[in-house]
């Protein structure tokens, strides 16, 4: 490429496809970078899964309710938004987190002597414990599911009763099919770099803590006052006419100078020139998106990716309608144990004005993979069902003060057994399509730091592409 052809590629700004929490935040650094950038979200909203909302003095959040801050550079994110002083962080006596167990919560061990005295866990599971580190590690390259890695390195009874709500929480996913290499990559390390995953625990420790990280169990978590939807309402307000809502992407054209996007709006159909394309969007939503470029390749393969419905149900009772206190973060509920909903958030013991004086509020879900077939019913049957199993777990007696539901047919990327080949052709594409760029949740992980972090490290990559384009020479 020329230098004016370089130069002319410079003055295209970058195109970010989606303005959930990764797209918005890659695009707020790179606008802090001078670079241009335009944002199109095919909705009249952002923050993508990220939806807050208070009423009646209840504030409820439908997707994620915390960021783990697991990072240094998430909390430089709030800062640079200017969000430092709208920061929430827990209250300090909600850290207890619970596993049904015999149709009752019981708290998770908090040290090594309470997970001997626990009732969570019988003998035969804390030996398996004792036993771990003596296992022999696997050193083949086979994939291996969550399931099979537990059975593997513990027993069936901490499946059962441990990972399985884990999984649920996270994922609202399956252990037998999630990938233990990909959706939980840190625990396939330890194994392969300690040959232990409490070795690795002990001595990892050391490793994180020179790379400034913190690992996911024990990262602090963080709200807003007035919920998440604060930190995408605000990098949008900073970003400015830079955000382009109802514009939705319907075709890529790689051309000699970048890119062209083609864009559909209530007004009609336009095409606009870019530098470059960040993919930020659902992968659903990416593999509807012609695109055309040298050698015939396709986002179509995104839509193999399997997203499982959840409903959110959010309920607000008086507090003497609830017997238990609902100190803690909240509870996960294995499988075995029978019950309809998933798991349920503490939301007002998490943080303050999460609830009216007198009152709490519980955040539970419905669905996932392992009743799919329940997310999608009607509202007041979930309020129902979620009301039963309530009354059960946590003692709670008469109707419900306060209500809402949201329903996501398509929730979480499950990254089951081989999902390393969709990295692997997101990877060649952006390899063979110079100015192509994938991430998000259905790339770097789908908790809420982990999309973070993908939009910072994606706007790292882009502006070492825009300082110097392929076909560049000095």
Request: aromatic share 8%; with cysteine.
């Amino acid at each position: 490429m020329s230098t004016e052809g370089v130069n002319r590629q410079r003055q295209l700004p970058v195109a970010v496809v989606g303005g959930g929490i990764t797209g918005l935040t890659a695009a707020f650094e790179l606008q802090r970078a001078g670079i241009p950038v335009v944002v199109y979200e095919a909705s009249d909203r952002v923050g993508g899964a990220i939806r807050s909302l208070r009423e009646n003095g209840f504030l409820a959040e439908f997707g994620p309710n915390t960021i783990l801050e697991t990072s240094p550079r998430i909390t430089q994110l709030v800062r640079d938004a200017g969000l430092g002083a709208r920061r929430l962080d827990p209250d300090p006596r909600a850290k207890a987190r619970y596993v049904v167990r015999g149709r009752q919560p019981v708290a998770l061990p908090s040290s090594p002597l309470g997970f001997f005295t626990t009732r969570l866990f019988t003998w035969r599971a804390k030996w398996a414990v004792l036993r771990e580190p003596f296992v022999p590690a696997r050193r083949d390259e086979r994939e291996e599911s969550i399931a099979d890695f537990v059975r593997r390195r513990l027993n069936q009874e901490f499946l059962d009763h441990a990972i399985d709500a884990l999984v649920a929480g996270i994922y609202a996913g399956d252990p037998e099919r999630l990938s233990v290499q990909q959706a939980f990559p840190k625990l396939a390390a330890l194994e392969r770099e300690y040959g232990s995953l409490i070795r690795g625990q002990i001595f990892g420790a050391r490793a994180r803590k020179r790379r400034g990280e913190i690992s996911k169990d024990r990262a602090p978590k963080f709200s807003f006052d007035e919920g998440l939807q604060v930190l995408p309402e605000t990098l949008r307000q900073r970003l400015g006419e830079a955000v382009k809502l109802q514009a939705e992407v319907t075709k890529l054209r790689r051309t000699g100078r970048g890119w062209e996007v083609t864009v559909r709006t209530p007004q009609g159909e336009t095409t606009h020139e870019h530098s470059a394309v960040l993919l930020a969007a659902p992968a659903f939503k990416l593999a509807e998106i012609e695109l055309e470029a040298p050698g015939g390749d396709s986002l179509k393969f995104l839509g193999e990716i399997r997203y499982p419905p959840v409903a959110s149900v959010v309920l607000g009772f008086r507090r003497e309608d609830v017997a238990h206190p609902c100190q803690g973060f909240g509870m996960l509920i294995p499988r075995v144990e029978g019950f309809h909903i998933l798991g349920t958030i503490f939301s007002s013991s998490l943080f303050p004005n999460r609830a009216p004086a007198g009152h709490v509020t519980l955040t539970s879900y419905i669905g996932g993979e392992r009743q799919p077939e329940l997310a999608g019913r009607p509202a007041e049957e979930l309020y129902e069902l979620t009301c039963r199993d309530l009354a059960v777990l946590l003692g709670v007696r008469g109707r419900p003060v306060f209500t809402h539901h949201f329903y996501w047919p398509r929730a979480i990327p499950q990254y089951n057994l081989g999902y390393g080949r969709y990295r692997a052709e997101m990877s060649r594409q952006e390899q063979s399509h110079p100015g192509l760029f994938f991430a998000g949740h259905y790339r770097d992980g789908i908790s809420l730091g982990d999309s973070i972090l993908s939009g910072l490290n994606v706007a790292g990559r882009i502006r070492k592409f825009w300082d110097e384009p392929p076909g560049h020479s000095a």
